[in-house]
């Protein structure tokens, strides 16, 4: 004869969701300040709508690499915990921004990883950004899930 539990039993003993996460790893998530340098603002909103929808909502722009090393140095700046660059800009590109985080002593202590997001896919272009410092490339067009599984790997917490 089998037994069927009741749903409240069924409940009780299945396995965490794998969409829980902690209370700490909540709480990183919301409070996840992430700067987007792109020199096209169509592109910048798509991002800021990914990430709206992995509930990442603190998110400061940039229109090139120099205007992105401007946020992080502001003596007002907030703490900003990853970067989403474009590798392919006008004015400084993502290569130059990389480079230049990797070459200041303050912001290289900082340790903020770097997700460089382009079309490009020359092995020896993005084995030299590799080499100046980005943390992570991922190639355009990038979904929300694909964009979290790689945060969550960069920044260490879980997304809900």
Not at 49 to 78: K, M, Y
């Amino acid at each position: 004869m089998t037994v069927i539990p009741a749903k409240s039993e069924m409940q009780a003993v299945r396995a965490p969701a794998q969409s829980e996460i902690s209370a700490e790893d909540a709480y990183a998530q919301a409070a996840l300040n992430v700067l987007v340098i792109d020199d096209q603002r169509a592109m910048r909103r798509i991002v800021r709508q990914l990430l709206s929808e992995i509930h990442v909502h603190h998110v400061l722009e940039a229109e090139d690499g120099r205007a992105g090393l401007g946020v992080l140095t502001a003596p007002d700046a907030p703490w900003i915990d990853m970067v989403i660059c474009d590798l392919m800009m006008e004015g400084m590109d993502g290569l130059g921004f990389c480079n230049a985080l990797r070459a200041d002593a303050v912001l290289r202590e900082r340790h903020i990883p770097v997700l460089i997001l382009t079309a490009e896919h020359n092995e020896l272009m993005l084995n030299v950004v590799r080499q100046v410092g980005a943390a992570d490339i991922a190639h355009k067009p990038i979904s929300a899930f694909q964009l979290k599984e790689r945060m969550e790997r960069l920044v260490g917490i879980r997304f809900a």
